[in-house]
Each structure stands twice: as structure tokens, then as C-alpha cells.
Nanobody, 121 residues
Framework: QVQLVESGGGLVQSGGSLRLSCAAS????????MGWYRQAPGNQRELVAESRSGGSSNYADSVKGRFTISRDTAKDTVYLQMNNLKPEDTAVYYC???????????????WGQGTQVTVSS
């Protein structure tokens, strides 16, 4: 199994910054993708940013230029630096990791428990 532990959410004023972290542990052979999704009340879960093992990154248009995703491959940890936060960024943020089990028994996709980010106007 693969476990994800998230941290870094909280309450911040508009224009402020937060940094989310997500550490993966367990029976991991390789990680192919690490990313962040978010879900606001009444909305569907949406991709915020993801980082793939080949080095490419994708961002939602709404966060481009404000959010930066990065990875520490030695620690199997992904970060999301969020700058110039806006009230519309308020949501529960979920970490997502996909990869291959160390046992060779196939691929996994895991989700974090979610961390609340609230941006006040």
C-alpha cells in the first residue's frame, strides 16, 4: 500500500501565500506522477497542477503564474507553492500520486486525505 500525508493548508488573506506538502510512503518502486487537485463546495474535483516523471508539469489556467509545483524525488514528496492567493482558490486540496508498486504487482493511484485552504477577501 501507499500512504500520503499532506500538510500546509490554512487560512490566509487575499494576496497571501501558502505551501502545501505531500509525502508518499509505502511499497513504492517508482512514481510516475504527483499532483494536486482541489474541490470547492458544490464543484467537481479539478486538477490544479501535476508533475510527471519525465519532467513535464501541467497547471490549470486559473493558477498559471501564481502556483508552482515541485518534487523532491529522494523524499517522494511533492510541494505546491501558492502565491497571490484569491478567494476563488478556497477549496479542499488533495494530493494525488501514481506509480508502480515495489513488489512488481502493478500500478497504484493514491489520494491524500485533503487539506483545507481558505482565502479571505
Amino acid at each position: 500500500q501507499v500512504q500520503l500525508v499532506e500538510s500546509g493548508g490554512g487560512l490566509v488573506q487575499s494576496g497571501g501565500s501558502l505551501r502545501l506538502s505531500c509525502a508518499a510512503s509505502g511499497s513504492i518502486f517508482s512514481i510516475h506522477v504527483m499532483g494536486w487537485y482541489r474541490q470547492a463546495p458544490g464543484n467537481q474535483r479539478e486538477l490544479v497542477a501535476e508533475s510527471r516523471s519525465g519532467g513535464s508539469s501541467n497547471y490549470a489556467d486559473s493558477v498559471k503564474g501564481r502556483f508552482t509545483i515541485s518534487r523532491d524525488t529522494a523524499k517522494d514528496t511533492v510541494y505546491l507553492q501558492m502565491n497571490n492567493l484569491k478567494p476563488e482558490d478556497t477549496a479542499v486540496y488533495y494530493c494525488h500520486v501514481g506509480g508502480q508498486y515495489s513488489s512488481g504487482s502493478g500500478f497504484f493511484t493514491s489520494w491524500g486525505q485533503g487539506t483545507q485552504v481558505t482565502v479571505s477577501s
